[in-house]
């Protein structure tokens, strides 16, 4: 059953903590994405990565860090340096082929008390 | 274009009638697009895309249209069902942005539907 995975659903954590959300992909695909969306709000670009062992930030990378160590993995640790982390964040994987379709995890809810 | 602080823009239909989502790209050199579905607490879904070369698709029950004249393209639903209520995005490659590959999302639009 192919497809990208992200834990946990829900995710509490109490203010001034660092908290890693897990992404997962077995679609063999090269490109990882971390987005963030508020409520009511479109989706907004945190970091991502072409290949294994690299990433660039994205729009919004402050306050956020990634690592890609292996081709199925891209772990997102929101630190206590952002300000506002409460949101529900999407990781999305894509083959890097010439249409770019991105294919999306079920998303973590992330409340930060 | 930028969606941060912006209310999603929201279209009501009624169950039955055909829903058409609009959505604007601002760079000529874009030459292929996506439209995505997300349902309420889920993340989007791959709804159908469109290539430059191409003024119309079809899928099951939608179809895309694009024209490149003016920078629009829309999806359009046709009877629509309740399960279609979510928020629609288009989304395109940034022709900007080289080897670093990335896509470009629009707002967003909410689509409500009254049985």
Known sequence: DGGITQSPKYLFRKEGQNVTLSCEQNLNHDAMYWYRQDPGQGLRLIYYSQIVNDFQKGDIAEGYSVSREKKESFPLTVTSAQKNPTAFYLCASSSGDDTDTQYFGPGTRLTVL | ?115
């Open chain 2, 1 to 115: 274009g930028e969606s941060v602080g912006l209310h999603l823009p929201t279209l009501s239909v009624q169950e039955g009638d055909n829903s058409i989502i609009n959505c604007a790209y601002s760079n000529s050199a874009s030459d292929y697009f996506i439209w995505y579905k997300q349902e309420s607490g889920k993340g989007p879904q791959f709804i159908i895309d469109i290539r430059s070369n191409m003024d119309k698709r079809q899928g099951q029950r939608v179809t895309v249209l694009l024209n490149k004249t003016v920078k629009h393209l829309s999806l359009q639903i046709a009877a629509t069902q309740p399960g279609d209520s979510a928020v629609y995005f288009c989304a395109d490659p940034d022709p900007n942005a080289g080897n670093n590959r990335k896509l470009i999302w629009g707002l967003g639009t909410s689509l409500a539907v009254n049985p």
